[in-house]
């Protein structure tokens, strides 16, 4: 059994309908992870939580999902991508990246998009502060859990 873009769509539908704030679903062939933006983390949440899709004609959604972002040994916050596609830097080809090395963010500014069977997911900074790299070219494969984006973090109380 596979899922179609079609499959996904429903059960992202479903997922909004309803009162839960993530869904797992695991099969022998695949596992599904859902998570609704800004729910709380549970213990057994994975580290980077799959962004909600957007329409297939390449719109970045309204409501970029958070990417996971972690500390990083050299105090930076890592955002990694939440799940195998290839890595675009702009909403579309020959149009600005989403952010250049210097940019400050906020937790729901978008760093990129991962495509998936023709689905494109926003991946947002999850924190506050300074991108001081963008280790992935665009158009480049990337992996669940590949650093899209270093960014060291904004000061207490900024």
């Known amino acids: 059994m596979s ?9 992202l539908a479903l997922l909004d309908a309803s009162g839960f704030d993530e869904l797992r679903l695991e099969t022998e062939r695949y596992k ?4 609704r933006p800004g729910a709380p983390v549970s213990p057994s949440t994975p580290a980077a ?6 329409p297939a004609s390449g719109a970045v959604p309204e409501h970029a999902a958070r990417g996971a972002a972690t500390p990083s040994r050299e105090g930076l916050i890592e955002v990694i991508s939440p799940m195998v596609g ?3 830097r702009a ?7 989403f952010v250049e090395v210097g940019a400050a963010v906020e937790e729901t500014t978008v760093v990129g998009i991962v495509e998936v069977m023709k689905l494109m997911n926003s991946v947002a900074a999850g924190k506050r502060g300074t991108v001081v790299e963008l280790p992935v070219a665009d158009g480049e494969l990337v992996q669940y859990g590949t650093v899209l984006a270093r960014i060291a ?3 207490e109380g900024s």
């Open 3 to 11: 899922l179609s873009n079609e499959d996904v769509l429903e059960i």
């Open 32 to 35: 599904l992870y859902l998570r």
């Open 49 to 54: 939580p799959a962004a909600p899709a957007a």
């Open 86 to 88: 290839v890595f675009y």
């Open 91 to 97: 909403p579309k080809p020959g149009e600005r990246p």
């Open 153 to 155: 973090p904004a000061g």
